[in-house]
């Protein structure tokens, strides 16, 4: 049998990642999955019961007690709750902070790359994060690490609220961006560094499209696809 086929795409937040993923999983017909979206669960979970995401023993607990599911059909996917469909409530701005604070507990992690691992199946996946290349898989014959500048991820974030219907302004943007970057470098544990043999690519002034495509011949001149 031929093994899954595993693409990384690591990077900060803002740089590009689900974009590109999810039309890199798109062309190779590989499943998409974004692992953030696995945090993000975690944390609304944490809201929702009234704690602090800063209560470290408390939110163990509540963590303890979720039931986190993930969904992948191609290039799109869902999260679950406790049964219940939470990809869109996952969104805010509240759930984004708590994000950051819960995935610096060893006890969240260890539970979500649990599942982020059960998540490879059929013919492979496109995973996109912040440890996949590094923690997640670091077997995966392909890593990419993406980043871009700041204010250009800012801009990038801005214009995805205002489709997506959200009120946001590009200092706050820019600065939240800033505070997230901070949070997921210092980690303890699985800080947002890129893995020794991720490829690097800059994407300040690429469009996703040229990005999938330094993605796509990486992959066959490693003749992975
Ligand atoms: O990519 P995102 O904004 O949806 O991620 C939400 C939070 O989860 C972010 O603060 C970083 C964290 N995260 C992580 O620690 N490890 C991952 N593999 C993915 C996300």
Redesign the pocket.
């Known amino acids: 049998m031929i093994e899954p086929l595993v693409i990384a795409i690591d990077g900060p937040?803002g740089a590009g990642k689900s974009t590109v993923a999810q039309k890199l999983a798109a062309r190779l017909g590989l499943n998409y999955v974004?692992?953030?979206?696995t945090?993000?669960a975690a944390a609304l979970k944490v809201l929702e019961a009234g704690v602090s995401p800063e209560d470290e023993s408390a939110v163990v607990e509540v963590i303890a007690g979720a039931e986190i599911r993930f969904t992948t059909d191609g290039d799109r996917c869902a999260v679950w709750l406790d049964g219940r469909d939470v990809t869109q409530d996952i969104r805010t701005p509240e759930v984004?902070l708590a994000?950051?604070q819960v995935?610096r507990l060893p006890a969240v992690r260890k539970k979500l790359i649990a599942l982020q691992r059960s998540l490879v199946q059929g013919r492979g996946v496109v995973m996109e994060?912040?440890?996949?290349g590094s923690v997640?898989f670091p077997e995966a014959p392909l890593k990419i690490f993406l980043k871009a500048e700041v204010q250009e991820r800012a801009h990038r974030r801005r214009k995805q609220d205002q489709e997506e219907g959200r009120a946001s302004t590009l200092e706050q943007t820019a600065y939240d961006i800033g505070r997230?970057d901070q949070?997921?470098a210092e980690r303890k544990i699985?800080p947002l560094i890129p893995a020794p043999d991720a490829v690097e690519i800059d994407s300040t002034r690429l469009t996703a499209d040229q990005v999938v495509e330094q993605i796509l011949k990486l992959a066959q001149e490693r003749r992975l696809v």
Do not use: C, F, H, Q
């Open positions: 937040a974004d692992s953030g979206a945090y993000r984004t994000a950051a995935s994060g912040r440890d996949i997640v997230r949070l997921d699985s």
